[in-house]
């Protein structure tokens, strides 16, 4: 089998003709999620930029098959690619593009989604192939879905791969050089963990505020209004959304929660913020870190910056809505514009994300190597035009939401070599269970993906006392 390279969308079918003829609802977002599809592996953009454009033109219940049509191809592209390749007797590389996301969609409605009848998958990507293709492709794309309609489970398609790493690889939807380094880094179990983990959807998880009753007052407010909500594990104020759409209530409306993954809200609040202590997030945009320190400790200070003006005015709508104040800069990490110290320093860090794949699924077709290098350069840079602002026996938190050490614990590395008057943080005993669970070593805490929660990675350090 020849080396799997990264899914293209067909350059060469404009959007106009991923638009099908408007037979039925259910078929509008068929076609919907095979446009997002070829739209999101075309671009750079987010998966979201795309989605939330089409999600518009549904209702509540077709939102949510888009949104499961889409994530889930994304989730699974390269076994759904197996299987295509399979059904069809040939390279994936060697169909025609413009087929590519007509065969996806249905393919994972066929193999993952037990609610749509199989004879309206195949009939919908054959009636969007005829809008796109000769009459040869339309066939092509009947007997491939034909023949997958009768094998429809994934064993049926077994991976035919000599090497262990690289059939998981296939197997489970990951780039080789992932499973790869993951293998290397954190051994067989916890890769293989890992690469499950990140094929199953995330719920929702909210950040409560103590100012305003902790999160047992939102959760009998949530209750009230339908939703099914219950406690995290990782943080004292979060909860995770069993079933409804909290953006659609009036606690949300109201501003008494913010959006978070339960592990990003707990690495926030390492260590813990103290009243009255001043902090500047110095990459703060759209505001989770800094909504995080307030929830936890309403008295703490917090100066937040962004490089972005745009980013900038999410966290100000963000504040409006939560009913907070904050003093907002535009500002370079790399060079921020201030001059006065804060006793905390916290730098949301560029990276590759590989901690959130199970909610970015599309990023798995976008990392490289030679980008987790790139971005652990731009990463240095920040930590190191950040140092000054860290005033005498305060702390330096870097976060990010990748697993990788090189742009965790290398990136470190190399700051301490230029900044002696840093030093890592032991963790044990700053952190209780079941945040201690974290500890990777002086100063590092990561938490990989798993159960309800992104995977998380942070680095503390203290600079010294004059």
């Known amino acids: 089998m020849p080396k799997h390279r990264a899914p293209v969308a067909s350059q060469t079918g404009p959007a106009r003709r991923m638009t099908p003829r408007r037979s039925s609802p259910q078929d509008n977002v068929r ?8 739209r999101t592996l075309l671009s750079l953009a987010p998966v979201e930029s795309f989605l939330d454009s089409a999600m518009a033109r549904f209702d509540e219940r077709d939102q949510g098959l888009l949104n499961e049509l889409v994530m889930g191809s994304l989730r699974w592209l390269r076994r759904l690619d197996h299987v295509i390749a399979r059904a069809s007797n040939r390279r994936f590389d060697q169909i025609e593009e413009r087929l590519h996301a007509p065969l996806r969609i249905a393919t994972y409605q066929l193999l993952f989604l037990d609610r749509i009848p199989a004879h309206a998958a195949v009939h919908e990507a054959v009636e969007q192939a005829h809008q796109l293709t000769h009459r040869g492709g339309a066939s092509f794309v009947n007997g491939v879905l034909r023949s997958i309609a009768r094998a429809p489970r994934l064993e049926d398609w077994p991976v035919e791969e000599a090497d262990p790493a690289r059939r998981l690889a296939i197997e489970l939807s990951h780039p080789d050089f992932l499973v790869a380094r993951w293998l ?26 103590r100012d305003r009753g902790g999160r047992e007052l939102l959760a009998e407010q949530l209750i009230d209004e339908g939703l099914e909500v219950e406690p995290t594990g990782f943080s004292s104020l979060g909860l995770t959304v069993r079933r409804g759409n909290p953006l659609t209530t009036a606690a949300f ?49 917090v100066t937040a910056a962004d490089l972005s003006a745009s980013r900038i005015h999410v966290l100000r709508t963000n504040l409006q809505r939560l009913r907070r104040r904050l003093p907002l800069f535009v500002g370079d990490a790399g060079a921020p514009p201030f001059t006065r110290p804060f006793d905390r320093v916290v730098l949301d860090l560029p990276c590759t994300g590989t901690g959130t794949l199970r909610r970015h699924p599309e990023l798995k077709w976008r990392i490289s190597e030679g980008e987790i290098g790139r971005l652990s350069r731009q990463a240095l840079r920040l930590l190191q035009g950040a140092a000054p602002l860290v005033a005498p026996g305060g702390h330096l938190v870097a976060i990010t939401c990748s697993l990788e050490r090189e742009e965790n614990e290398d990136v470190i590395s190399r700051f301490l070599a230029t900044q002696p008057e840093f030093t890592p943080v032991p963790l044990e005993g700053v952190l209780e269970s079941p945040l201690a669970c974290g500890i990777a070593g002086p100063g590092t805490w990561r938490i990989p993906t798993g159960g309800d929660h992104d995977g998380f990675s942070l680095s503390l350090l203290a600079k010294a006392r004059i």
Not at 31 to 38: D, M, R, S
Not at 261 to 281: H, K, N
């Open 31 to 38: 076609a919907a999620a095979g446009w997002v599809l070829e």
């Open 253 to 301: 409306a109201r501003g008494e929660l913010y959006v978070q993954d339960e592990v990003s809200q707990a690495a926030a609040v390492i260590p813990f913020p103290r009243p009255g202590e001043t902090v500047l997030d110095a990459a703060a945009a759209p505001g989770g870190k800094s909504f995080s320190l307030l929830a936890h400790e309403p008295g703490v200070r």
């Open 184 to 209: 290397r880094h954190f051994g067989e179990p916890a890769m293989a963990e890992l690469l499950v983990a990140n094929n199953r959807p995330k719920p929702i998880q909210l950040l409560a505020f």
